[in-house]
T-cell receptor
Framework: DTGVSQNPRHKITKRGQNVTFRCDPI?????LYWYRQTLGQGPEFLTY????????KSRLLSDRFSAERPKGSFSTLEIQRTEQGDSAMYLC???????????FGPGTRLLVL | SQQGEEDPQALSIQEGENATMNCSYK?????LQWYRQNSGRGLVHLIL?????REKHSGRLRVTLDTSKKSSSLLITASRAADTASYFC???????????????FGEGTQLTVNP
């Protein structure tokens, strides 16, 4: 049984560049979540999907952020025109609707120079 | 202040002692979950307690939930050096009891267990 996987694990980019992260959830899980965590803080919710439908987006998810889950399996999170304030750990989680427990991946650490 | 505030912010104990961490929240919830995070890594799910439950056990972990006080506690018994990590509580206040929604995390408790 493989858990949630995320790629890449680390990303260094220059300000103004676009970046894309990928999340592969646990195979039978129909919900997929994105969170962001900065140093010394707890994770903050960004958005979540049920199958391919994006059900909720946080106000943290500015116009520069977009997330997709085109076939209800893996998801991508894209950040356009990155800013230094986007530097953080981006965490993905998945769950079964009827259970509620969210299982997290190892995260993608983004550093914007 | 945030939903899901942990107390204390930092806790240092000796191996073999018990560690208790508390969490307070502000809104009604469907469930509350505790997670552990080792430095720079992803979160590991420890235990989920539903709003109609008062206490749950899992190995050396004991979680209580008091919805009237909007608070929860996590007790780790007979602590080990490997328990050193940050511990977060997270509340799920959306959907229904059987439908997970967004989690709201606190800032966590940093637990250090000295050998």
């Amino acid at each position: 049984d493989t858990g949630v996987s995320q790629n890449p694990r680390h990303k260094i980019t220059k300000r103004g560049q676009n970046v894309t992260f990928r999340c592969d959830p646990i195979s039978e899980h129909n919900r997929l979540y994105w969170y962001r965590q900065t140093l010394g803080q707890g994770p903050e919710f960004l958005t979540y999907f049920q199958n391919e439908a994006q059900l909720e987006k946080s106000r943290l998810l500015s116009d520069r952020f977009s997330a997709e889950r085109p076939k209800g399996s893996f998801s991508t999170l894209e950040i356009q025109r990155t800013e230094q304030g986007d530097s953080a750990m981006y965490l993905c989680a998945s769950s079964l609707v009827v259970v509620g427990t969210q299982y997290f991946g190892p995260g993608t650490r983004l550093l914007v120079l | 202040s945030q939903q899901g505030e942990e107390d204390p912010q930092a806790l240092s104990i000796q191996e073999g002692e018990n560690a208790t961490m508390n969490c307070s929240y502000k809104t009604s919830i469907n469930n509350l979950q505790w997670y552990r995070q080792n430095s720079g890594r992803g979160l590991v799910h420890l235990i989920l307690i539903r709003s109609n439950e008062r206490e749950k056990h899992s190995g050396r972990l004991r979680v209580t939930l008091d919805t009237s006080k909007k608070s929860s506690s996590l007790l780790i018994t007979a602590s080990r050096a490997a328990d050193t990590a940050s511990y977060f509580c997270a509340t799920d206040a959306g959907g229904s009891e059987t439908s997970g929604s967004r989690l709201t995390f606190g800032e966590g408790t940093q637990l250090t267990v000295n050998p």
